[in-house]
C-alpha cells in the first residue's frame, strides 16, 4: 500500500517544493508526496533551478495553502520550517507527524551564485534527510 506524506513550511516556495520533488522522484513508486504552506505564495525559481541540476523539474508545481488538503489524511505530515511547526502543531490528517527543519535558501543574500549554493546545500541536506527517513519505509 503507498505510503503518503505532507510537508509543510511558510511560503510553500523553496523548501516544501523541494522535498515534494525528491520523494516524488526518488521513491515515487511507493510515496506520494505533497507539500502545502501557511501561506501559499509561488514555487521559488532558484529551487527549481537546482532541483534541475540534479534531474528533478518541480517548474510545474504550484505553491498551495494549506486549506487545500482539508479533510484529507496523510500517513506523515512533515514541517521544515520553526513556523509551519508551531502554526500547525494539531494537523490531524497525518497519522505521525514530524519536525525536520531546514534553514530557509529564499533568505540568502549576495550574488545569484551565493544564493543558487545556498539553495544546493539546502535541497541536499532534504535529499540526505529524506533518504534516511524513507529507505525503511
Known amino acids: ?25 526518488f521513491w515515487g513508486d511507493r ?8 501561506e501559499a505564495t509561488h514555487v521559488n525559481p532558484h529551487a527549481v533551478e537546482v532541483m534541475k541540476e540534479i534531474g528533478i523539474d518541480i517548474s510545474k508545481q504550484q505553491s498551495k ?15 521544515l520550517c520553526g513556523d509551519a511547526n508551531e502554526t500547525c502543531p494539531l494537523y490531524i490528517g497525518g497519522t505521525k507527524k514530524m519536525h525536520v527543519g531546514f534553514d530557509d535558501p529564499a533568505k540568502a543574500t549576495g550574488s545569484k551564485e551565493d544564493i543558487l549554493r545556498e539553495f544546493r546545500r539546502v535541497r541536499d541536506e532534504i535529499k540526505e ?9
Open 1 to 25: 500500500m503507498r505510503k503518503t506524506v505532507l510537508f509543510l513550511c511558510t511560503a510553500n516556495s523553496s523548501r516544501s517544493p523541494m522535498a515534494e520533488g525528491l520523494v516524488n522522484h
Open 31 to 38: 510515496i506520494d508526496a505533497f507539500s502545502a504552506g501557511t
Open 65 to 79: 495553502n494549506l486549506s487545500v488538503f482539508d479533510g484529507q489524511t496523510f500517513d506523515y505530515v512533515i514541517t
Open 129 to 137: 534527510r529524506l533518504t534516511v527517513f524513507f529507505q525503511d519505509k
